[in-house]
């Protein structure tokens, strides 16, 4: 059973900068792919970022250039979110995969809620 924890969420003003962990547990082979999707209230959800083995990544057109996503070992991701802006608001996902980036992560963590004021 794996399990994905995230946290560092908060509120924040536009222009601040917040660091996302992700600690995951319980998978014994390796996550090939550990990631970031994110909701916003009444919106479906969306990736975020996400990082493979191999070192390579993806990013939204909406956070390229602002956010920036590295990994620790197997199972644990960061999120370094700098000049957050409001349309950032919203519960973000630690995501996990055996598959080199999927279209749709097979694990998910509870999400860690991030808000950013005007």
């Known amino acids: 059973q794996v399990r994905l924890v995230e946290s560092g969420g908060g509120l924040v003003q536009s222009g601040a900068s917040l660091r996302l962990s992700c600690q995951g547990s319980g998978y014994g082979r390796s996550l090939i792919t550990m990631g970031w999707y994110r909701q916003a209230r009444g919106n479906q959800r969306d990736m975020v970022a996400s990082?493979?083995?191999?070192?390579?990544t993806r990013y939204s057109d909406a956070v390229k250039g602002r956010f920036t996503i590295s990994r620790h070992a197997n199972l644990t991701v960061f999120l370094q979110m700098n000049s957050l802006k409001v349309e950032d608001t919203a519960t973000y996902y630690c995501?996990?995969?055996?598959?080199?980036?999927?279209?749709?992560?097979?694990?998910w963590g509870r999400g860690t809620q991030v808000t950013v004021s005007s």
């Open positions: 990082v493979a083995t191999d070192g390579s």
């Open positions: 995501t996990g995969d055996p598959k080199k980036h999927p279209s749709y992560p097979g694990f």
